[in-house]
Nanobody, 115 residues
């Protein structure tokens, strides 16, 4: 049974930092592309950052230079370091694992950026 479990969300002030973690189990983690998505109230889910099984990364323009995605294949973990957070980063953040046409989602973790 595949599970993706996110953690690390919370309330942070503008300009602050958070580190999200996603723990994977039940899949051959190293062969999966891993991504972080987010969904704000009333908006569609959007891609934030992704890392391929080869280790290359991509970012949404809105988070470039502020967010960093990383993965630890030995621990089956993917991380999202979020710095210089803005109120518009407020959303539920989801971890996604994909290999070819097979994909899995985590349950999400809430990030709220507010003073």
């Amino acid at each position: 049974q595949v599970q993706l479990v996110e953690s690390g969300g919370g309330l942070v002030q503008p300009g602050g930092s958070l580190r999200l973690s996603c723990a994977a189990s039940g899949l051959t983690f190293s062969s999966y592309h891993m991504s972080w998505y987010r969904q704000a109230p009333g908006k569609e889910r959007e891609l934030v950052a992704s890392t391929t099984n080869g280790g290359s990364s991509n970012y949404a323009d809105s988070v470039k230079g502020r967010f960093t995605i990383s993965r630890d294949n030995a621990k089956k973990m993917v991380y999202l370091q979020m710095d210089s957070l803005k109120p518009e980063d407020t959303a539920v953040y989801y971890c996604k694992g994909q290999r070819l046409s097979i994909y899995f989602w985590g349950q999400g973790t809430q990030v709220t950026v507010s003073s």
